[in-house]
T-cell receptor
Framework: KAGVTQTPRYLIKTRGQQVTLSCSPI?????VSWYQQTPGQGLQFLFE???????NKGNFPGRFSGRQFSNSRSEMNVSTLELGDSALYLC????????????????FGPGTRLTVT | LAKTTQPISMDSYEGQEVNITCSHN???????ITWYQQFPSQGPRFIIQ???TKVTNEVASLFIPADRKSSTLSLPRVSLSDTAVYYC??????????????FGSGTRLLVRP
């Protein structure tokens, strides 16, 4: 079956603009997580959505937001872009949301490379 | 706050066994430890996951001591195609019972002929 897809793959924006990234999970997966990857900070967890509700959240400012639709597809929005937001944004899907003591496997998409100038 | 530490890089030769250790000094009591592999321009790929002792699958083994403050990914007989960055991932439970997933800084493995 098809893997996790992310669109667009590459994006160039100007400081101060806003951007929306899209993620389509594997069919049947109901949880979508977003990560930011930069050379300096590595992989950092942004948030996780399950059944259209944000269930877990990392330590990012409110400029970073997301949502999930009834078909499990998810979007991530970054407002008032800063140069430091340049990164690879990864989406991962899984069958269920991460809860204490759960064993579950996440499948990652190829990412969206965002460059802020 | 959970802090995960990995060696920055490792070198090996084809056919050798490679062991990569991750220290996670504040892992949540009942959380699993997961390892991922990442190639350039790709998203991370799941390798193995475990809670305690030893787990083995077709590509790797994972050793977790009793105190669970570290884990070791073991890759038997590596090949050139195993050259990649390897990440450990653990969860930290917050006061509001939500989870924050913490990736290690990654270990860049170079396999030489």
């Amino acid at each position: 079956k098809a893997g996790v897809t992310q669109t667009p793959r590459y994006l160039i924006k100007t400081r101060g603009q806003q951007v929306t990234l899209s993620c389509s999970p594997i069919s049947g997966h109901r949880s979508v997580s977003w990560y930011q990857q930069t050379p300096g900070q590595g992989l950092q967890f942004l948030f996780e959505y399950f059944s259209e509700t944000q269930r877990n959240k990392g330590n990012f400012p409110g400029r970073f937001s997301g949502r999930q639709f009834s078909n499990s597809r998810s979007e991530m929005n970054v407002s008032t872009l800063e140069l430091g937001d340049s990164a690879l944004y990864l989406c991962a899907s899984s069958l269920a949301v991460r809860l204490a003591g759960d064993s579950y496997e996440q499948y990652f998409g190829p990412g969206t490379r965002l460059t802020v100038t | 706050l959970a802090k995960t530490t990995q060696p920055i890089s490792m070198d090996s030769y084809e056919g050798q066994e490679v062991n990569i250790t991750c220290s996670h000094n504040n892992i949540a009591t009942n959380d699993y430890i997961t390892w991922y592999q990442q190639f350039p321009s790709q998203g991370p790929r799941f390798i193995i996951q475990g809670y305690k002792t030893k787990v083995t699958n077709e590509v790797a083994s994972l050793f977790i001591p009793a105190d669970r403050k570290s884990s070791t990914l073991s890759l038997p007989r590596v090949s050139l195609s195993d050259t990649a960055v390897y990440y450990c991932l653990v969860g930290e439970e917050s006061l509001d019972s939500s989870y924050k997933l913490i990736f290690g800084s990654g270990t860049r493995l170079l396999v030489r002929p």
